[in-house]
C-alpha cells in the first residue's frame, strides 16, 4: 500500500485514494517481490540482510537497494545486480514523485470546480498517464538488458 494510505490507516484518519496510490503500490509490490524472490540465484548474507530491512521498513531497505554500487553488487544476487545497474527502483520513484505533484496540482484546481464528472475524468486521466509512465519504465529496462 502506499505511504499516505498506511499512514492515514496507522492513525485512523480518513483518506480518499488517488491514483497515485496504486501505481506507488505497485511499485512496493514490486520491490517486495524482488527482495524476497528466492529463485533468483544463490542469495547472500546481504540479500538476507535486506530481506530483513524490508520486513520491518521498506523505506530503509529501498534506501539500502539504491545505495547499492558497482563495488558491492557482487555481494547480491544477480537480479539485485541487474536491477539496481538499471536504476529500474530509482526511476520508478522519480516517475511516483512526478505523477504525485501531478496529481496535487490538478486537485488544488479541482477543488474550485463542483462538476463529479471533470473530477473523475481528472482520476481516470492521472490513472491512465501513471500506468503509461510504468510501462515506460518497463519497457526501456527490458530494452537495455
Given amino acids: 500500500m502506499s505511504n499516505a494510505s498506511r499512514l492515514a490507516l496507522k492513525h485512523g484518519e480518513s483518506y480518499l485514494q488517488s491514483p497515485v496510490d496504486d501505481i506507488e503500490s505497485f511499485f512496493w509490490v514490486l520491490l517486495y517481490g524482488i527482495v524476497r524472490n528466492s529463485a533468483q540465484g544463490p542469495r547472500s548474507s546481504r540479500d ?80 491512465v498517464g501513471g500506468l503509461l509512465a510504468v510501462l515506460q519504465i518497463l519497457i526501456d529496462f527490458k530494452n537495455s538488458t
Fill in 48 to 127: 538476507d540482510n535486506l530481506q530483513r530491512t524490508l520486513d520491518d521498513a521498506r523505506e530503509e531497505a529501498l534506501f539500502q537497494f539504491n545505495q547499492l554500487g558497482p563495488d558491492t553488487t557482487m555481494d547480491y544476487c544477480p537480479l539485485a545486480r541487474t536491477l539496481s545497474a538499471s536504476r529500474l527502483l530509482r526511476k520508478y520513484e522519480e516517475a511516483i514523485y512526478n505523477i504525485r505533484t501531478q496529481w496535487a496540482r490538478g486537485c488544488h484546481a479541482l477543488h474550485r470546480v463542483q462538476d463529479g464528472q471533470v473530477w473523475e475524468l481528472c482520476y481516470h486521466a492521472a490513472a
